[in-house]
């Protein structure tokens, strides 16, 4: 496969991730039908849907149910406001609200659709079985192609701006979206992922089968947030960071409320072969080292189909690197502007020398290492060797 990063084995190499405490709330859906997507104008306007053409309503109090006009399986819903939503279903359903009433559109496919997003009622996304992604103008929908298409059921869509987009399912399909479609994050998880949602790129939360509930804070922080159930997680919506809505299997209804507390856990790497050189002008790259602490800065001067970065360490110039940062540190920079990016290696030892290497992945999982630069932290940095 030309110009493609091969992934060869699983996840990260022994980095830390968090889990957090038990926040979330059951409450009364109403319903044992399975519901599989959830979506809000605001706290007091949040929408659900699920199977057998089940739809909710919440006021801000109580859930309530709405007519359909349809008796297949819905799975995702999102508006661009109150009285302008979209919930997508089995045999490529599409169904519209209008403030009054849900009408049916057509979606030019008939693979079953889970996931539905837009940064505006003129640009919208539909995602489903065997790949398929939709794109809808404001007036019509098409289906979207890729350079490198995937087979895998994609279950969610969501993102933060109109290039800004992700895209994810079944055996760790996870896509990106920055003007063009790109599988370049697909192989970092292994297993099923369900919905993806955050108020803004930097606070974004991942849910999947068996209570899986994860947190990501855009660049290199990840963890597992306890759930209190087992049952498989579906969607998710909320209206900020912390009034955050979960639905899922047995009429699972889980409500977020913001306070966590940490404990560490652990889990293994991937390993990668490259190909040919990403497009990108990197023009610095500096670890300056603290007291127990190595704090890692780079600059580009313009980014093209960049889709982030990542950071690996040595303590040897020659050694093997183990990548540092839980999760791809997302491109800022386009291919006329650069940016800035900071990262600090809390994970290092006082008067012991590291080496760090920068990797940059582009759209198509092309890759090129920057370094290695090297940092010795001290207890007192600045007396003594």
């Known amino acids: 496969m030309k110009n493609k990063i091969f992934i060869l084995s699983i996840i990260l190499f022994m980095f830390p991730v968090t889990a957090f405490s038990v926040e979330w709330l059951p409450m009364s859906s109403g319903t044992t039908n399975i519901l599989s997507g959830v979506w809000g104008s605001s706290g007091?306007?949040?929408?659900?849907?699920?199977?057998?053409?089940?739809?909710?309503?919440?006021?801000?109090?109580?859930?309530?149910?709405?007519?359909?006009?349809?008796?297949?399986?819905?799975?995702?819903?999102?508006?661009?406001?109150?009285?302008?939503?979209?919930?997508?279903?089995d045999s490529g359903v599409i169904l519209h609200y209008n403030g009054s009433t849900w009408s049916s559109m057509i979606s030019g496919t008939s693979n079953n659709l889970f996931g539905v997003w837009g940064s505006?009622?003129?640009?919208?996304?539909?995602?489903?079985?065997?790949?398929?992604?939709?794109?809808?103008?404001?007036?019509?929908?098409?289906?979207?192609?890729?350079?490198?298409?995937?087979?895998?059921?994609?279950?969610?869509?969501?993102?933060?701006?109109?290039?800004?987009?992700?895209?994810?399912?079944?055996?760790?399909?996870?896509?990106?979206?920055?003007?063009?479609?790109?599988?370049?994050?697909?192989?970092?998880?292994?297993?099923?992922?369900?919905?993806?949602?955050?108020?803004?790129?930097?606070?974004?939360?991942?849910?999947?089968?068996?209570?899986?509930?994860?947190?990501?804070?855009?660049?290199?922080?990840?963890?597992?947030?306890?759930?209190?159930?087992t049952e498989n997680l579906k969607n998710i919506w909320g209206s900020s960071g912390t009034n955050v809505f979960v639905v899922g299997e047995g009429g699972t209804i889980l409500h977020y409320g913001g306070s966590v507390s940490t404990t560490t856990i652990t889990t293994a790497k991937s390993t990668t072969t490259t190909t040919p050189s990403t497009?990108?002008?990197?023009?610095?790259?500096?670890?300056?080292?603290?007291?127990?602490?190595?704090?890692?800065?780079?600059?580009?001067?313009?980014?093209?189909?960049?889709?982030?970065?990542?950071?690996?360490?040595?303590?040897?110039?020659?050694?093997?690197?183990?990548?540092?940062?839980?999760?791809?540190?997302?491109?800022k920079g386009s291919a006329t502007q650069g940016a800035s990016y900071e990262f600090t290696d809390m994970n290092v030892q006082n008067r012991k020398t590291y080496y760090y290497k920068l990797e940059d992945i582009d759209l198509n999982g092309n890759v090129t290492y920057h370094g290695p630069i090297s940092a010795t932290p001290r207890l007192i940095y600045g007396i003594g060797k």
């Open 120 to 229: 505006s009622n003129s640009n919208v996304f539909a995602v489903g079985d065997s790949g398929v992604i939709l794109h809808y103008d404001g007036i019509s929908w098409s289906i979207m192609t890729m350079t490198d298409p995937i087979t895998d059921k994609l279950n969610s869509v969501w993102g933060w701006s109109p290039t800004g987009v992700f895209a994810l399912g079944d055996n760790g399909a996870f896509l990106i979206y920055n003007g063009s479609w790109s599988s370049a994050m697909s192989g970092v998880f292994s297993s099923n992922l369900n919905a993806i949602w955050g108020p803004n790129g930097g606070n974004i939360f991942m849910i999947g089968d068996g209570g899986l509930i994860g947190h990501w804070d855009g660049g290199a922080t990840g963890g597992l947030m306890d759930s209190g159930t």
């Open 44 to 89: 007091t306007d949040v929408f659900a849907v699920g199977d057998s053409g089940v739809i909710l309503h919440y006021n801000g109090s109580t859930w309530s149910s709405m007519t359909s006009g349809t008796s297949n399986n819905l799975f995702g819903v999102w508006g661009s406001s109150g009285t302008d939503v979209f919930a997508v279903g």
């Open 279 to 331: 497009i990108i002008n990197l023009s610095s790259f500096n670890a300056t080292p603290k007291t127990s602490k190595v704090i890692l800065q780079w600059h580009t001067e313009s980014e093209t189909d960049n889709a982030g970065f990542n950071l690996y360490r040595s303590t040897s110039e020659d050694g093997d690197f183990t990548k540092i940062n839980a999760f791809l540190i997302l491109s």
